[in-house]
Every structure is written in structure tokens, then in C-alpha cells.
């Protein structure tokens, strides 16, 4: 047993990048909780003394929700909170140990999300360099964005984890913790159900003998996809995660009813964001879409421009999610990335914590990119700078009373246009042939 730990020591520490005598990959994480702990004392100072506070309201509806649950009450008598109650009873430690708790079980997640990405990585990318696998957990720990979104108070670190957790249990083989922590995510938040078909078709025939380093895009047989359907493996995870998913929905609605339904997933078809939105569809809702904010006003409030614009933004969704299913099923990680980009861009709805779900799954696909590090900073660079209008025309809107509406529509199309240019980018650059090649050092 001794000689096995030492050796699996010894094949973990291969892949550390050693800089000086100092483990920079060990110290990485690290130095990305401190960062975080750091922000979230920070916080506490922050809102106790200035007019603009550091914590999301997001998290004030978080902790109202798991006040509500500790006095007996439902989450859902805290209006806005459009969650699973699970969230507001992980939460209630805010109420009876600290407020900041959430923040430190976000930060967690964060870090858990790192450690499942190395691990997804060391199993799909074996041969990869020390100098390409720093690289790839710094642009998760030190990615301002995660940083920001996890120490304000936002949950999404959360489902982040769980979508990670399942990947990671399918490159271990452990189909179902992987079906399990699926159907957990798509409870969670309804999102991760584009995630489904991609995930469905990769666990081929061959699952448990094929190595996840073999999987490639290069070998899609599209005959193969359909005469092997209904395969056993694929079975196992479409019944076990949708025991999961369908068990603890039917659990909340018996508790809490048809509000538990409609807030935690239906309103979401039929959100009308007029404020803090990103979305090509922003002017459209903002001109002609009542916002829903109760049951009661699901009947009489919601117009027929509403559940246009609503169906009209899932057309191309389904669309290009198929495509892109059919084409990189086999490239999972790829996969999923292009998806949520896509999934994002052509949303409804397009916030900043939506961000988080693409920037989880973006250092799975460095080491199988051509793209350099100068490179993924310029694109960087164009994502951040086309957010500049966004911002200056939300600040105007938000603080100075002005009409910047249309401003803000502007801003959104410059930004759609440029996740489409950066889509494209990781498209042409990226190389399938590479998850069976030794990974140069980026």
C-alpha cells in the first residue's frame, strides 16, 4: 500500500512546475483562496462602511430565503428567489453561525472546481507539460471574474463544481457518481440540461475500456451514433441522472408546490430582464416585455411579444447546440464549452455570473488549442474591452438616471458580435489530433 501511495505521489508531483525550488502549481491554490479570503473580509469592511456595497444582492435574497427556512417558513416568501430550496438550506449557517458563511462555501467551491479540473486534465491530456497545466489552473484561480463572482456572493461556483464533479467521475469511470452529480446540476439549475445529449452520446459502447486520452473528434462515426443509441452504458446515466434530477424535484414540489416550480424553472423561459442584461434581445424586452415578478402575474401580465421573443431566442440555440453536439461529442470538454459560449451569447438573459459557466470549463480546452497565451490574453482583452460601452452606458442608467437604454442595446451587440469572433477563434484552433500527441509547452 506504501509503494502505491509513493507512486501515485510521484506521478502527481511530475506534472508541479517547479520555479526556483518553489512548487508554483502547489502554490497557486494557495495563493487563489488567499485572494478569495482575503476579498471576503474585505466585504464585511466594505459593507459596513461605504455607500456602494461589495456583496451581491443576489446574496441578501440568498440569506432572506435561508431566514425564511429557519423561522419555518418558505424560501420562496422571499420574493426574487427564483432557486431550488436546496440552496437556501446549504445557506442556512448564514443566519445561525455567520452571514459571510455562503461566501466561504462559494470560495470552496471554487477551489473544488480547480482540483476537478486537474484531474480532468491529467486524465485526458496524460502527456501534458507542467509549464500548460499551471497555465490552465491559473486562468480558473487567478480569473478576476471567478474571484469577483464567488466573493460577492453568487451561487454559481456551485453548479460549477457539480457539472466538473460529473465530468470528472466519466473520466474516472465512475458512471454513476457522474449520473448522480449530473442530475444533481440540472436540479440545481436548469442549464446544464444542454450539457445532456453531448454527455449522452460520449458514453459509447467502449466506455469503460477506452481510456479518456482516446476520445477524439477526428473518430466520430455519425452510423455508429445512431445504431448504438440505446447502449447499456448510456442507459445507466440517462436513468440514474433523471432518477436524480425527477426525486428531489418532486420532493421540493410536494413541499412547496407549484411556486417551487415555476420559480426555480419555469420563470426562466419567460424572464424578462430589462436592466443588467448583455442580450441582443435587451431593447426588444425592454420596449414590449412586462416583467413577471409572482405566480399571480404569470396570468394577465405576460404579452404575446413576451413568449416571442422568448421561443424566438431558442430556435437558434437548439440549432447550433445540435451542430455543434454531432460535431465535438467526442472532444467533451470542447464540446461543452462551445456550447455554453453558444448558449450564452444567444440567450434572452446574459448576465455577469453567466460568465462563470464558460470561464469553468475554459481550461480544458488550452492544452488541445493552438492558441498561445499571448494570444488567449488579446482575446481576453477583446471580450473585456467590449464591455466598456456596456458598463458606461449601465452606469449611466443605474447611478445617473439617465436613458441609456438604446446605448446599452448598442453595447450588447458589440459584445455578441465579439463572443461570436472568439467562438470562431477557439473553432479554427482548436486540434482534436493533439489529445493523442505529447502537448508542447504553450
Known amino acids: 500500500m506504501t509503494r502505491v501511495k509513493t507512486a501515485m505521489t510521484n506521478e502527481t508531483s511530475k506534472y508541479d512546475f517547479i520555479f526556483k525550488g518553489i512548487n508554483l502549481t502547489k502554490s497557486i491554490f494557495i495563493v487563489g483562496l488567499v485572494i478569495r479570503l482575503v476579498l471576503i473580509v474585505f466585504a464585511e ?48 449557517p448564514n443566519i445561525l453561525i455567520h452571514p459571510a458563511f455562503g461566501k466561504l462555501l462559494f470560495v470552496i467551491c471554487d477551489m473544488i472546481i480547480a482540483y476537478l479540473l486537474k484531474g480532468i486534465l491529467l486524465e485526458r491530456f496524460p502527456k501534458i507539460t507542467s509549464r500548460t ?49 449530473y442530475g444533481l446540476s440540472v436540479h440545481f439549475k436548469i442549464y446544464p440540461i444542454i ?39 448510456r442507459l445507466k446515466f440517462f436513468l440514474i441522472s433523471a432518477f436524480t434530477f425527477i426525486s428531489l424535484t418532486f420532493i421540493m414540489y410536494l413541499i412547496y408546490g407549484y411556486i417551487f416550480l415555476f420559480e426555480t424553472y419555469l420563470y426562466h ?34 404579452n404575446g411579444s413576451n413568449m416571442i421573443v422568448a421561443l424566438a431566442s431558442f430556435l437558434p440555440q437548439v440549432i447550433l447546440l445540435l451542430a455543434i453536439t454531432l460535431v465535438y461529442f467526442n472532444d467533451l470538454e470542447f464540446c461543452l464549452l462551445l456550447e455554453t459560449i453558444t448558449f450564452v451569447a444567444f440567450n434572452k438573459v446574459c448576465t455577469v455570473q453567466y460568465f462563470i459557466w464558460y470561464y469553468s470549463i475554459l481550461p480544458l480546452v488550452i492544452p488541445s488549442s493552438s492558441l498561445g497565451l499571448i494570444q488567449y490574453i488579446i482575446l481576453f482583452a477583446v471580450w473585456m474591452g467590449s464591455q466598456g460601452l456596456w ?7 443605474e447611478f445617473l438616471g439617465l436613458q441609456t437604454f438604446w446605448n446599452i442595446w448598442v453595447a450588447g451587440l458589440l459584445f455578441f458580435i465579439a463572443n461570436i469572433y472568439i467562438l470562431v477563434k477557439l473553432i479554427l484552433n482548436h486540434n482534436p489530433i493533439k489529445v493523442n500527441q505529447y502537448l508542447k509547452s504553450k
Not at 469592511?45 to 423561522?71: E, F, G
Not at 497545466?133 to 461556483?157: D, H, M, Q
Not at 475500456?209 to 440505446?230: A, V
Open 269 to 302: 423561459v419567460i424572464r424578462a430582464d430589462n436592466r443588467h442584461n448583455f442580450s441582443v434581445y435587451f431593447y426588444q424586452i425592454y420596449l414590449n416585455t412586462p416583467i413577471v415578478e409572482t405566480v399571480g402575474d404569470l396570468v394577465g401580465k405576460v
Open 45 to 92: 469592511w466594505q459593507d459596513a462602511n461605504m455607500l456602494v456595497k461589495y456583496t451581491d444582492i443576489d446574496y441578501v435574497v440568498y440569506t432572506d430565503a435561508s431566514r425564511a427556512v429557519v423561522n419555518g417558513l418558505s424560501p420562496y416568501d422571499r420574493s426574487t428567489y427564483r432557486y431550488t430550496p436546496l440552496l437556501a438550506y446549504l445557506l442556512v
Open 195 to 233: 450539457y445532456s445529449i453531448p454527455m449522452y452520446l460520449y458514453i459509447d459502447e467502449n466506455f469503460f475500456s477506452k481510456k479518456p486520452s482516446e476520445y477524439t473528434s477526428l473518430n466520430n462515426n455519425f452510423k455508429n451514433i445512431f445504431k448504438n443509441f440505446f447502449n447499456k452504458n
Open 391 to 397: 458598463f458606461y452606458s449601465a452606469f449611466n442608467l
Open 133 to 181: 497545466l499551471l497555465i490552465c489552473l491559473a486562468s480558473w484561480l487567478l480569473n478576476p471574474f471567478s474571484i469577483n463572482v464567488s466573493t460577492r456572493g453568487n451561487a454559481e461556483s456551485v453548479i460549477g463544481a457539480m457539472v466538473l464533479a460529473s465530468f470528472y467521475f466519466l473520466t474516472k469511470k465512475n458512471l454513476t457518481l457522474a449520473s448522480i452529480f
